[in-house]
């Protein structure tokens, strides 16, 4: 499957983004599906991740109660919405599909999206 993330930018502290994935290639509802981010001096961090059919969702203690995913797998596409948006929310944000489920390891995705850029300052 191949995925096209889109919607970061520039946002300022307490701002909020949503970000999108677009899938292509395979049936979406297929696979489990997740988000990602790298910063400088950073390894990868889980973000978030949603299960085949939407029903559970699972995030990093650093965003939870801030952002929210989900999908729509009529459209084959992945969202992020983020809000009360922090500096070192900084990032490369990248989704992720995998047969294995929704994990918070990254060697359980199969496919990656190319990454979209997240900026927070003021």
């Known amino acids: 499957v191949q995925l096209q993330a889109s919607g970061g930018g520039l946002v300022q502290p307490g701002g909020s983004l949503t970000l999108s994935c677009t899938a292509s290639g395979r049936t979406f509802s297929d696979y489990a599906v997740g988000w990602f981010r790298r910063s400088p001096g950073k390894g990868r961090e889980f973000v978030a991740s949603?299960?085949?059919?939407?029903?559970?969702?699972y995030y990093a203690d650093s965003v939870e109660g801030r952002f929210a995913v989900s999908r729509d797998n009529a459209a084959s596409t992945l969202y992020l919405e983020m809000s009360a948006l922090k500096p070192e929310d900084t990032a490369v944000y990248y989704c992720a599909a995998g047969s294995a489920g929704p994990a918070a390891d990254p060697n359980k995705y199969d496919f990656w999206g190319q990454g979209t850029q997240v900026t927070v300052s003021s």
């Open positions: 949603v299960a085949r059919f939407g029903r559970n969702t």
